[in-house]
């Protein structure tokens, strides 16, 4: 009979390569990750691992394990979720993990619903970027990640993981409240001779910056950069440069800029809440759930 520790522990090293990072993610030292892991070796009684400097490729036993491992956990996770679910008792610590405009614009509404329903239910917020959130919520630290995606960004698909999507929201070109442009939807090459500004943080909201305006038909120049949004608007409002921004950034704020829809190219991102793979009974889970799809239809 094969460890579900051990396979889960084989999972996380697919997917952060090495031991250190591994152990690092689970919460262990890396003694602990290395003994089980060779324990694991030998319940199977076949090599998992190629060493490469100090990373560790798996072999293609190790590979087949992995994909078990996910049907293995899933399965464990909707057991649980199953058994818990017979009690209909909305109850405990409900951990999340949320990237700043979801943690401003979703989240605080959802925790005020489920506070109201259910009294007895503790809600624990962290701000993550999606990738740590993802990573978390894959280790067992969170229960729930709210995450994005560019449409211009390939995205990959996790089998650990389900999602559903909240919020489909544009981006939207942030400019000076003085540049002159056309009226109506703007097309992104008109703003090809202007400075831009982006996000610091979000590597992925840089990264379709950079294809939207390739596609329009120029590089743009970057010339700040920031991680908080009150910043970059705040110099767009003092004629420093353009941006682009979702639509979730604009909750609350109050700035002099003009706000315009880009005609060409398309260009949005998806907000979508993640748990893993079997867990979304749980009720806890199921009512944070509920309470944020609630929240997400009040500000489509």
Known sequence: MLDVHRLRLLRELSRHGTIAATARVCSLTPSAVSQQLSLLEKDVRTPLFIRDGRRLILTQAAEVLVEHAEEVLAALERASAGVAALTATVRGVLRIAAFPTAARALVPGAIAR???????????????????????????????????????????????????????????????????????????????????????????????????????????????????????????????????????????????????????????????????????RHPPIAAFLSALHDVAEGIQ
């Open 114 to 280: 489920c506070r109201a329903e259910h009294p007895d239910l503790r809600v624990q917020l962290t701000e993550r970027s999606v990738t740590e959130a993802i990573t978390d919520l894959k280790a067992g630290h969170v229960d729930l990640a709210l995450i994005y995606e560019y449409n211009l960004l390939p995205a990959v698909r996790d089998p650990g993981v389900e999602s559903d999507l909240l919020v489909r929201e544009p981006l939207l070109a942030a400019l000076p409240a003085t540049l002159p442009v056309p009226g109506g939807p703007l097309r992104l090459d008109v703003l090809a001779g202007q400075p831009w500004i982006a996000a610091a943080s979000d590597d992925e909201l840089r990264k379709m910056l950079e294809r939207a305006c390739g596609l329009a038909g120029f590089a743009p120049r970057l010339d700040f950069t920031s991680s908080d949004y009150t910043v970059i608007f705040a110099l767009v409002e003092a004629g420093l440069g353009v941006s682009l921004v979702p639509r979730l950034a604009l909750e609350s704020m109050s700035t002099d800029i003009q706000l315009r829809p880009v005609a060409e190219p398309d260009l949005d991102r998806t907000v979508s809440v993640a748990v893993r793979a079997g867990s979304r």
